[in-house]
């Protein structure tokens, strides 16, 4: 896989892909329509965050690229790539616990803050995808 060149898309598989790490500067695409939803991506090297309907879905620092995003009330899957370690942040449900499985290891639970954030590290290298699995406990 590679980065998404519109920045934003929908896949055959009806997943989300969005992102792109390699642009040196900020770029952004407002009003995509998704699933009866308005998304907006800004993304670049340093940074990629996704919105919908002006709300907090995905922040990642540095950039990355993400392929099959799926969130449903209980899991969010993706596919992350980038050059480098990054931050992620998904919004989900406040104050809850969700089991974290990367590349389909299991690697223990994290607890959403008072604001639903919930914050993790990847390992990433240039040319390596990591599967994340993130289900609700």
């Known amino acids: 896989m590679a980065v998404i060149d519109d920045l934003i898309c ?11 790490y390699e642009l040196s500067t900020k770029t952004k695409k407002d ?14 090297n340093e940074i ?7 709300m907090f879905v995905y922040e990642s620092v540095p950039g990355t690229t993400v392929h099959g995003f799926k969130a449903t009330d209980k ?3 993706l596919v992350v790539e980038g050059k480098e ?7 989900l449900e406040a104050e ?10 299991y690697v223990g639970k994290l607890k959403t803050n008072l604001g639903g954030k919930l914050n993790m ?3 990433l290298e ?12």
Do not use: C, W
């Open 10 to 20: 929908e896949e055959a598989a009806g997943t989300l892909s969005f992102g792109n």
């Open 31 to 44: 009003g995509f329509k998704y699933n009866g939803d308005i998304y907006k991506i800004k993304t670049f």
């Open 85 to 91: 370690d990054a931050q992620v942040t998904l919004e």
């Open 48 to 54: 990629t965050k996704l919105e919908r309907n002006g």
């Open 121 to 123: 590290s990847v390992e």
């Open 75 to 77: 899991t969010v899957s």
């Open 126 to 137: 240039p040319g390596k995808q990591v599967d994340i699995l993130v289900e609700k406990m």
């Open 96 to 105: 809850k616990e969700y089991k974290i499985h990367i590349d389909k290891i």
